[in-house]
């Protein structure tokens, strides 16, 4: 399976304790996202890497979360302190941005999400 | 300000009907896309169709067309023959020239296909 792959797909922790998140996006594609999606909302965007350049956050990263993408493949999303309201699905999303491609919509391509629980 | 609004919280129809999902969007930058996505109960995001802001033709994937709007500023699906499997949460997402290629999400659309 190429496609965007996440891990854990569940995470069960304890209010107070650090989780991290894996997501492994699709080989060729340059550009990597996270998203948080809680129940009967759509995905909220939290931020992207451009590479292993992380280009944008937004407000909803707080200072207790941290995304890296060290060598531009693989990309961790680490939040530190959890509390209860960061239950949620966090999903990884991967797209192919300029280069050689001559169809491209730019459109991204999910991970299956890693669903947290914060007890 | 919410950026897509999709007004139909939850949709009802019969197999082999077609039926329009709504959604209408709020930007002021000349070049855009806009997206539709399905995500049934399993989670993950499908990415169903796409339509630029520059398009003269409405986007047509299949079953699934999007009625575009610009001076509206609509993007509804329309998904015409539905099917049982059809029945998934769909998301309208937009993606703005300056925004780096992320997209901003509706809250979506709760389909319900019935025999």
Known sequence: ?119 | AQKITQTQPGMFVQEKEAVTLDCTYDTSDPSYGLFWYKQPSSGEMIFLIYQGSYDQQNATEGRYSLNFQKARKSANLVISASQLGDSAMYFCAMRERNSGYALNFGKGTSLLVTP
């Open chain 1, 1 to 119: 399976d190429t496609g965007v792959s996440q891990d854990p797909r569940h995470k069960i922790t304890k209010r107070g304790q650090n989780v991290t998140f894996r997501c492994d996006p699709i080989s060729e594609h340059n550009r990597l996202y996270w998203y948080r999606q809680t129940l009967g909302q759509g995905p909220e965007f939290l931020t992207y890497f451009q590479n292993e350049a992380q280009l944008e956050k937004s407000r909803l990263l707080s200072d207790r979360f941290s995304a890296e993408r060290p060598k531009g493949s693989f990309s961790t999303l680490e939040i530190q302190r959890t509390e209860q309201g960061d239950s949620a699905m966090y999903l990884c999303a991967s797209s192919l941005v300029g280069g050689l491609a001559t169809t491209n919509t730019g459109e991204l391509f999910f991970g299956e999400g890693s669903r947290l629980t914060v007890l």
